[in-house]
């Protein structure tokens, strides 16, 4: 199984502020790399797929880049329905696995 | 687009079967997998199954092999997730899902909490 590396498992931030998430597979999955969004008791959202193509309704202050095994995912300008837990999750191949999820928390 | 409905909150005991309901509606021809997975309270997300809903076809996590069944009825657009030999570890929140044809998940069940608790 493809192993997900997600760093870092949380960050304090400012509304405003730029915030910047990594994962990083165990081998290349090309660009077979999606994000997600939960907040607390709901279900996840997906917000990028194929490492940078924004899901249709999500805000452009979110971005996704990377190929291969290194991936960032940006969040330009926090906002503050924008503290949540953020999941990486490889679709290359099966079984898809996810990293272990960032909490982006108020300062 | 697609939504889907699950059953309800179910609370079993050690060594029971649990069975979760998935009911597509909406698009549902444009669905091309739908993933089951799970995610125990504070933890992670973690894949159990997929099933193609055209042929019926499951695949199952190594995790999960010989524990999880998936069916559909295809005159419901309704996929069933059976759980068996059930222990304190598999208590969690339970999603189906529809997967895009780059593997991923768009479209999410609101997820069903399975108790096992003696």
């Known amino acids: 199984d493809i192993q997900m590396t997600q760093l870092p498992t949380s960050v304090s931030a400012s509304v405003g502020d730029r915030v910047t998430i990594t994962c990083r597979a165990t081998q290349s999955i090309s660009t077979y790399l999606n994000w997600y969004q939960q907040k607390l008791g709901a279900a996840p959202k997906l917000l990028i797929y194929?490492?940078?193509t924004l899901q249709g309704g999500v805000p452009s202050r979110f971005s996704g880049s990377g190929s291969g095994t290194n991936f960032i995912f940006t969040i330009s300008s926090l906002q503050p329905e924008d503290f949540a837990t953020y999941y990486c999750?490889?679709?290359?191949?099966?079984?898809?696995?996810f990293g272990q999820g960032t909490k982006v928390e108020i300062k | 687009h697609v939504q889907l409905v699950q059953s309800g909150a179910e609370v079993k005991k050690p060594g029971a079967s649990v069975k979760v309901s998935c009911k597509a509606s909406g698009d549902t021809y444009t669905i091309y997998n739908i993933y089951w997975l799970r995610q125990a309270p504070g933890q992670g997300l973690e894949w159990m199954a997929l099933i193609h809903p055209s042929s019926g076809q499951p695949t199952y996590a190594q995790n999960f092999q010989g524990r999880v069944t998936l069916t559909r009825d295809t005159s419901t657009s309704t996929v069933y997730m059976d759980l068996s030999s059930l222990t304190s570890d598999d208590t969690a929140v339970y999603y189906c899902?529809?997967?895009?044809?780059?593997?991923?998940?768009?479209?999410w069940g609101q997820g069903t909490l399975v108790t096992v608790s003696s």
């Open positions: 194929g490492a940078s």
């Open positions: 999750q490889q679709s290359y191949n099966t079984p898809p696995t």
């Open positions: 899902a529809t997967v895009g044809t780059y593997g991923h998940i768009d479209d």
